[in-house]
């Protein structure tokens, strides 16, 4: 047991917590905040299902990956488990994110990121094209790709969003991974090959279409 | 058994496929379409799974809901495969695709698929913003959001794109399965009520960098 936030949870580093559990985490996340606005200190799993479109169980079951700390025919208590998943995210402080492709899709992740309020931030946008090195993306000035060992390296730069065409991705995640980053989010429709330890997460638009059609034929 | 391409496969309908394997299938596609492309004929798992830096035995379990018509030992016919996945996914023909939200987001996603080479289209944008509305997004010109239903049923659309903000995606998404959308696929960080039959896959951009924290942190 290690302790979070004042609260005994399992160490994450001896329990493998599924991918998908970790994705829905940011969506328990973001509603927990919106009751907490509300005024709510208590929430069962079958709200947080009712409210979520999800099934109870599965809310339980993945909760419970980080402890035991809802009560029975009682519930969660908000504030604290807001506090437990934020923790684990790593959400407790500011985490810097290089965007690589400053196209269509990285100009509007970009903007995008600027509006919301998350302590995760896009702090630096690379591109190799000339006319846009030096262009501004809201607050952010594009910088020459040819810096970007450099810049990720003296930022600490931990995370980045791959936004180029398929065919510059691999170059890319080689120099970002060498630079010391470990979590890519990939938006080239193009599969990746990373040393041991860092994680992709694809998040390619076209695949995501292509795989939707499915439900939409029947 | 039903026939699909005039090979056997199983009868989707009977197999409930995992939502995790669908949305693989686009990935070998893109890769059979590359092997293809080279001249290849024949890929066994081992190979697709050191291309796609994924696990042959996973690859085998997902191509296995579709029939036995791997070759053991020899491997998969390149050509018989994708035909049968492109099948499977329903890209033997045209899909036309509602983009809901005409902001940063949306028109990126829109640029972006009329760059790509795919079935799948977005045919129409909408946005409620008159500021917006008759301006041009490439080849498409932004319709008024009022005319929703009536533009979704005239083209029989079935799959749609949600790029509004959160506050506005409930109502959007109400108005378009009310018109005969199935598929959905939501950029607004909401989590959504859709009637019984709908399919909704979440692609909000904030909530997948959170959870990419996750595994920046160790």
Known sequence: LIHIGGIAVLSIKNTRIPDAVIRRLPVYLRHLEQLLASGVAVVSSQELGDDLDANPAQIRKDLAYFGEFGRKGVGYDVRQLKTIIADILGLNRQQAVALVGAGHLGTALCHHNQQVDSPIRITHVFDADPAKIGTRIGSLTVLDARD??????????????????????????DRLTSAGVVALLNFAPVSLRVPEGVYVRHADFTS???SLAYYAQR
Request: no cysteine; aromatic share 4%; charged share 25%.
């Open 148 to 173: 970007l060992e450099f810049e990720v390296r003296r930022a600490q730069i931990r995370m980045a969003i791959i936004a180029v065409p398929a065919d510059a991705a691999q170059p890319v995640v």
């Open 208 to 210: 995501e279409l292509l």
